[in-house]
């Protein structure tokens, strides 16, 4: 229900949804934010899971594109994962989880893409959440218009993450990022 229906689902909508009666929702979640703390985790291994797995293509530039689309797609047709991550209540766990498991998964591949020629030098594995972050908000705001439209974006920012001149402003630091995460829902 989350991911087609984003933070607007109730706890009516999943019981609904799992053909059970709503006290029986009730009596395993207190309310909609036990449900999507109770799902935090398989949001994360998600993302880390994306990441593994690109660290296994054995193509540089392959692995990288398939790692940066794969989190742009998770975060454009899943509209429970900003409500799950992002939400105030979880942001320093989120920050927390990212810190550990995401981007330690993730800079294998910036690294060796980096070192291919396939990914700007001063990409950083903790921009990969931040391009994921905007499509996503992409995705949300052409969903009615066109649902697929956001794969139009995803593609010119991993298209703009190839090698080149080096971009300026520098990136935010991790904490920056979180922080700057934060304020954005």
Do not use: H
Request: hydrophobic share 50%; proline share 3%.
């Amino acid at each position: 229900m989350f991911a087609t229906r984003g933070s607007s689902a109730t706890l009516n909508d999943l019981a609904k949804a799992a053909g059970v009666g709503v006290g029986t929702v009730y009596r395993k979640f207190a309310d909609k934010d036990a449900v999507l703390d109770a799902l935090f985790d398989e949001k994360v291994d998600t993302l880390v899971r994306l990441a593994e797995t690109a660290e296994q293509i054995e193509d540089a530039g392959t692995a990288v594109r398939s790692l940066l689309l794969g989190v742009m797609e998770a975060r454009a047709t899943d509209r429970g994962l900003d409500a799950i991550l992002m939400a105030p209540s979880r942001g320093a766990r989120f920050a927390e989880a990212l810190a550990e498991r995401f981007v330690p998964a993730a800079e294998a591949t910036v690294a060796r893409a980096i070192v291919a020629g396939e990914l700007r030098a001063d990409f950083t594995a903790p921009e990969v959440c931040l391009l994921g972050f905007m499509v996503g908000k992409i995705a949300d705001i052409t969903r009615e218009t066109d649902p697929q439209l956001w794969r139009r974006y995803a593609q010119l920012l991993v298209d703009g993450t190839r090698s080149g001149d080096v971009l300026q402003p520098a990136p935010l630091a991790f904490d920056d990022m979180i922080a700057a995460l934060g304020r954005a829902t």
